[in-house]
């Protein structure tokens, strides 16, 4: 949660910053947090917000100091009633970056699913809701393959005018309908504009909120600011935010914090190729070595999307599909969710369906994906030991 205390004053300050982060499950009614505030409040040129994150059994609320903070002594920050520690801030990626610390508290939980650094789940479904026999077919295979998330276009960011746009807001009720049927969860859905967000409510509402939605901010509109603070504005759904094809990382993690600046820190960021022609023959050049880098930049889930990174059904003589073999190159380094496209008819889809997996492929894609977890898994036990040892 972000409250607002004071205006900042309009001199300019290096963008530096301080965030102190209290004892876990500081008391806001407590005789020393008042003693914390009246401090703060105290302080010329200087704005504070307080924002709470919430843990696996504990709230953790952390206090943005902006403005004049350059004159603040970390260790007179330290010492304040019911503070843990000061943090310096000078990345611009205030609130989602790491900053350095590596024991920041990181990750939500949202209707029952815990995404985190070290979750990972799995978002297949329908690039493009198409029909309802489609969704449903989609969402049955998830159930009996034990998974609770999926992805369903309703607004498709079309390169050509002409192109089927997506069913938009009259699909949304019976794909929410049918989530609830087969106990899905969290459904990733992309918007492209801020009337979607009231959609998305209005049909959650009439349907009985069978379900829960990540809204998936798309790479075309990764610098749409403006959507970006509409989006950041709420905090009923957590954000999905795809890194931006033909910018650079920096800027991209920049424009995923609008979303946190807003008041929603609740961001998974994916990773989903870049444009370039050194990615052909794939659609995009893949870039899952980033998953390791934003995790220690940020304290977002990282996502990869295979599909729109690899772009065709190719395999390679052992057998195995680009897309697999991308997804695991991502598990493998840590990803925490994987975005991926199935079509009961690929060849029918109405967007992307030459890089849509089948329904056939569903239990063989999800044992893949298992045994890349396990391997990171192995992999970080091993590190853990040869650190150990070599400190
Ligand atoms: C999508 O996930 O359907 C999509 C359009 O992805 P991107 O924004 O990464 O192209
Ligand atoms: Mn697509």
Known sequence: MLSSARNPSTATYPPVSVILILKPNTDR?????????????????????????????????????LGDTARLSKEAMASLPCVERAVR?????????????????EGFDYNGVRFSQDDLHVFAGLCAVDTPEHVEIMMKALKEHGQQCTRMGAYKPRTSPYSFQGHGASCLP?????AGKYDI?????????????DEIDEALEKTGNPTGVMLQIGTRNTQ?????????????????FKRGFGITLNESLNAAEYLASEGNPNVVFALRGMKN??????????????VPV??????????VDPSHSVGSRHSSPDGLLDVFHATAQGVIAGANMVLVDFHPKPAGALVDGPQALRMSELGWFLEDVSIAREAYLLRRK?????????N
């Open 29 to 65: 009614a407590s005789e020393s947090f008042a003693q914390l505030t009246n401090h703060l409040e105290s302080l010329d040129d200087i704005s504070f917000t307080f924002h709470d994150v919430h843990g696996e059994g504990q709230v953790l609320t952390e206090v943005y100091l």
């Open 89 to 105: 801030v000078q990345e611009s990626y205030r609130i989602l970056g790491r900053h350095g610390e590596e024991d920041r508290q």
């Open 174 to 178: 019976w794909v929410f309908e049918l």
């Open 185 to 197: 969860r969290v459904i990733a859905m992309e918007v492209t504009h801020e009337r979607h967000i």
């Open 224 to 240: 749409n600011f403006e959507l970006l603070k509409h989006v950041g504005r709420q905090k009923r759904h957590p954000v999905l």
């Open 277 to 290: 022609q050194g990615g052909d023959p794939h659609r995009n050049m893949v870039d899952f070595t980033h």
């Open 294 to 303: 934003v995790k220690r930049l940020t304290r977002m889930p990282v996502c």
């Open 382 to 390: 091993a590190a853990d030991r040869a650190l150990k040892t070599n």
